[in-house]
């Protein structure tokens, strides 16, 4: 079992910058790969994947919505996950859950359904203000 908390989020001016941050706890032992993952929910149809990150290196991708101004990172020695926001507006203000999969052969990081998702924090709070 996976654990996650994310922490980090708050009301900010448009323009101005947050970074969250996920902690991840409980058995990780063992685990080789994972897709790394930021989403958002606000008052509307969906939630949208924010930002992707393959736990084994070298892959990012990021919602055309975010691109240029999110960045998603991970420290492995503290196994904390982070979403460094700058340039925010109003349309961030949303709900922000992290969450994690593992992955098996033939699983990509930047296709894979979310449904695929197993662990989910309980998100924090975004709100940017015009």
């Known amino acids: 079992q996976v654990e996650l908390a994310e922490s980090g989020g708050g009301s900010v001016q448009a323009g101005g910058s947050l970074r969250l941050s996920c902690a991840q706890s409980g058995n990780l032992a063992g685990v080789k790969y994972m897709c790394l993952a930021w989403f958002r929910e606000a008052p509307g149809p969906e939630r949208e994947r924010v930002a992707v990150?393959?736990?084994?290196?070298?892959?990012?991708t990021y919602a055309d919505s975010v691109k240029g101004r999110f960045t998603i990172s991970q420290d492995n020695t503290n196994k904390t996950m982070y979403l460094q926001m700058n340039s925010l507006k109003p349309e961030d203000t949303a709900m922000y859950y992290c969450a994690s999969a593992l992955i098996m052969a033939g699983d990509y990081c930047s296709t894979l359904p979310t449904a695929k998702y197993h662990y989910w924090g309980q998100g924090t709070q975004v709100s940017v203000s015009s």
């Open positions: 990150l393959y736990s084994g290196g070298g892959f990012t």
